[in-house]
């Protein structure tokens, strides 16, 4: 992965926060770029910051399978080779386990979860025939490693995006594939993720009185001590070191060392807290 230049960068999420980030990221190191998100206005906002005439945008809901592929479709079309794909659409919601409804979960597992697997499966094909080699970012959370109040349909999507990066890992070394994989674990970070919830379809907003946001995520965001800019930076470093795990934030190390002894321990499960919380 020495040479990026002129080579293709697939960024889902890539109308606001990290995936905007990554694609700036991209964009600075000469990349070509092909922008996915179901925002189109800021799919728009990031073409122009990207400043790139032969930037490609297409509309995705990474919770259908036809649409991710349609943006590999499209991938290789006009470049015949994927560099770098960022699997990093996600929305968040919160609530009590017992409050939360099978629609809330059915839009986080869409999203953060099968909108993962929808670009592994879409891509991954492709990559193994390619003759330049490719790497995958699959963004989770600080919430895919520690189980935190309030956020368990959350957490259990981001849990599943580590674990599901963790088996394309070892699935790509047991075929030799020149395709290297990372999985992004960060706390907060200044980006606009807890504004998801004006993305939920219509068919998934249900009927319960919903609030998105509160006061401490709010507050959380707002101070957040790494910009999405920053990780992005963070993040190509990760990559260039070919690092698995890309945790940027010390506080949630720690916290995972916790839970590891609880569970070494066979103890009381340890609370996640996220920096900042």
């Known amino acids: 992965m020495e040479t990026l230049a002129g080579r293709l960068a697939v960024v889902t999420g890539a109308g606001s926060g990290i995936g905007r980030a990554l694609a700036l990221a991209c964009a600075k190191r000469g990349m070509r770029l092909l922008l ?47 560099a770098l794909l960022f699997n990093n659409a996600g929305v968040a919601a919160g609530g009590w386990i017992w409050e939360t409804t099978p629609k809330d979960w059915q839009w986080l597992i869409g999203v953060n979860l099968m909108g993962v697997v929808h670009g592994i499966q879409s891509f991954v094909p492709r990559m193994l025939q390619q ?58 970070v200044q980006t606009g993720i807890a504004e998801s919830e004006r993305h939920r379809p219509a068919e998934l907003r249900g009927e319960r009185a919903y609030v998105p946001r509160d006061e401490s995520l709010e507050r959380a965001m707002r101070n957040a001590p790494i910009s999405a800019n920053e990780l992005a930076e963070l993040t190509f470093q990760a990559v260039q070191r070919r690092s698995f795990y890309i945790l940027p934030h010390e506080d949630v190390r720690k ?17 996640g807290r996220l920096p900042g919380s």
């Open 36 to 82: 996915a998100d179901v925002d189109n206005d800021g799919l728009e906002a990031t073409r122009a910051l990207v400043a790139r005439d032969d930037t490609l945008t297409l509309r995705v809901d990474v919770s259908r399978p036809e649409q991710v592929s349609a943006l590999a479709d499209l991938a290789y079309a006009e470049a015949g080779d994927v």
């Open 131 to 188: 003759a330049n080699p490719a790497h995958i970012v699959n963004t989770s959370s600080a919430a895919g490693l520690l189980s935190v109040p309030a956020g368990s349909a959350y957490c259990a999507t981001k849990h599943g995006v580590v674990t599901l990066s963790e088996c394309l890992h070892h699935e790509l070394k047991l075929k030799e594939a020149r395709i290297g994989v990372s999985v992004l674990c960060p706390s907060f």
């Open 255 to 271: 916290g995972v060392a916790r839970r590891l002894a609880a569970i070494m321990d066979a103890a009381e499960p340890a609370m």
